[in-house]
């Protein structure tokens, strides 16, 4: 969907970890709630933070029924650092407040991967918005493409209400429309569903006549100033924000924000005294949706950053936000797209492990696989949201036992959950994250985060501390300081 890029400008992904020396290594975290393990105390050790915008509809909108367009910060923001997820002692930052004092709304949306951000370098804070708001929109011609019985295609031509659309993006996000992409025959069984090469060229509707008999009947819903459009911005716009410095403490620092609804993703970059990383012995796979994106050049390739070679090949992407690289995650959208490998590597023993949220089996007939590690006599992995291994050791959220966990349909809570095995064939002869056995039969809907594969079987103290690197890479479910702010909601540090 997303073409080029145009001035779009920088989008904040998250890179690889990185170090400015032996004697201040630093680290980057991300999440909605995140610790940064071994930091140390001052004012000058937080290199960076940015704060993501966030978009979300709950269901399919038509104009009889509009879905509205939740974001961060609708009904708040604020950013709690404490020294550990229990707060004892914080700062609190009213990121909100700041940007509405600047002459913004407040609000940080998204498009389709592109996001409104509140930026920190280490000293001074700007917010960089990408996507504009439109209330209507202005009809300058209506032309009818084709018929269908009583459903009418149609070119929709005008302007937004607001600054100028980027010709480079094709999507958009309205209460009233759903964009689909779709211009092919399969375009009539969705109808009130919207797609264009650019929402700045106008956009092409099906619609049915028995609802609007007349084309001054949808001009007027497609004006109505209770019809919102959400787009990606021609040229982004850049507020100074007045916020203080952010310190961090001995040990540890955590982040979260108080974000009810939409809760935003931050990404932070930190100097600390030791770098926290996953066990490498024995790591003979590791995957990642961090740092990924729809347009990269090879998006089709899910690298194996242990150094094995052990790629993963995609297929089937739409390269979406169905179906593609999120902010830090990978979208299966369990209908028919994986990453697979044919292998043959030799593993007598094993443990993998999925950091992993919003698993949903789309076909209560059929399994649904979440990744599937096999080798001849062996299976293991995530089936159904539980673990499946012949040897029934599982793992959940750092914890070894003989209890399988259910972490089916919990919504976006993360979850880092998998098995180890010592059964069967000493090789692997595939590896399959989205579904199983290297194909699309029994594809799963779910976030991945991470993928950890290893030929050994780890031990409790191993997967309790590859856990705690997980909640520093991809973040975990607490809620921030919320409701706390000192008079007039100012912004408040280091009280407890």
Request: hydrophobic fraction near 30%; charge should be negative.
């Amino acid at each position: 969907m997303m073409n080029g890029l145009g001035n779009l400008g920088h989008l904040g992904r998250l890179g690889h970890v990185s170090t400015s020396g032996t004697n201040h290594p630093e680290v980057e975290a991300s999440g909605r709630a995140f610790p940064i393990w071994n930091t140390k105390s001052g004012d000058n050790k937080l290199m960076s933070l940015s704060i993501h915008g966030r978009t979300e509809q709950s269901d399919t909108p038509t104009p009889a029924n509009p879905v509205p367009m939740r974001s961060v910060g609708d009904s708040g923001l604020f950013l709690s650092v404490m020294p550990d997820k229990a707060g004892s002692d914080y700062q609190l930052l009213n990121i909100k407040e700041a940007m509405k004092k600047a002459g913004h709304d407040g609000i940080l949306r998204s498009v389709n991967g592109i996001y409104d951000e509140v930026v920190y370098n280490g000293k001074e804070w700007k917010l960089i918005q990408r996507i504009g708001e439109s209330t209507g929109f202005t009809v300058t011609s209506i032309s009818t493409l084709n018929s269908n019985g009583d459903l009418r295609e149609v070119l929709i031509r005008g302007s937004v209400k607001g600054t100028q659309v980027t010709p480079d993006v094709s999507t958009f996000y309205n209460n009233k429309f759903y964009y689909t992409g779709d211009s092919t025959s399969n375009k009539w069984n969705n109808v009130y569903g919207v797609y264009t090469n650019s929402l700045r060229y106008g956009f092409t509707v099906i619609y049915d006549i028995t609802d609007y008999p007349t084309e001054e009947t949808l001009k007027a819903i497609i004006e109505d100033e209770s019809t919102i459009y959400y787009y990606v911005l021609f040229t982004p716009a850049e507020y100074p924000l007045d916020l203080p410095v952010i310190t961090t403490y001995d040990e540890q620092t955590y982040f979260a924000s108080n974000a009810a609804d939409v809760k935003p993703r931050m990404v932070a970059q930190c100097q600390v005294s030791k770098a926290l990383d996953y066990i490498r012995e024995g790591l003979i796979g590791y995957y990642t949706g961090r740092g990924r994106s729809n347009t990269d050049e090879n998006k089709n390739i899910l690298p194996d950053l242990s150094g094995n070679g052990n790629d993963l090949e995609n297929k089937n992407f739409a390269y979406t936000v169905d179906s593609g690289y999120g902010d830090g995650y990978i979208q299966y959208d369990g209908i028919d797209d994986f990453s697979g490998l044919k292998t043959s590597i030799p593993a007598t023993k094993r443990t993998v492990l999925f950091t992993v949220s919003d698993i949903h089996r789309l076909n209560e007939n059929s399994n649904a696989w979440c990744g599937l590690i096999d080798g001849q006599n062996y299976f293991f992995g995530i089936n159904n949201g539980t673990g499946f291994s012949q040897s029934g050791r599982y793992i959940i959220n750092g914890v070894v036992s003989n209890d399988n966990f259910n972490i089916l349909d919990k919504g976006d809570n993360i979850y880092v959950a998998g098995t180890t095995d010592g059964i069967g064939s000493k090789q692997i002869d595939n590896i399959t994250i989205g579904s199983t056995l290297n194909r699309s039969l029994y594809a799963c809907k779910c976030k991945i985060y991470d993928v950890l594969l290893y030929d050994r079987i780890l031990t409790e103290e191993e997967i309790l501390h590859n856990y705690k690197v997980s909640c520093q890479y991809n973040g975990e479910d607490i809620d921030g300081k919320s409701e706390e702010t000192t008079g007039g909601g100012e912004n408040k540090t280091n009280e407890p």
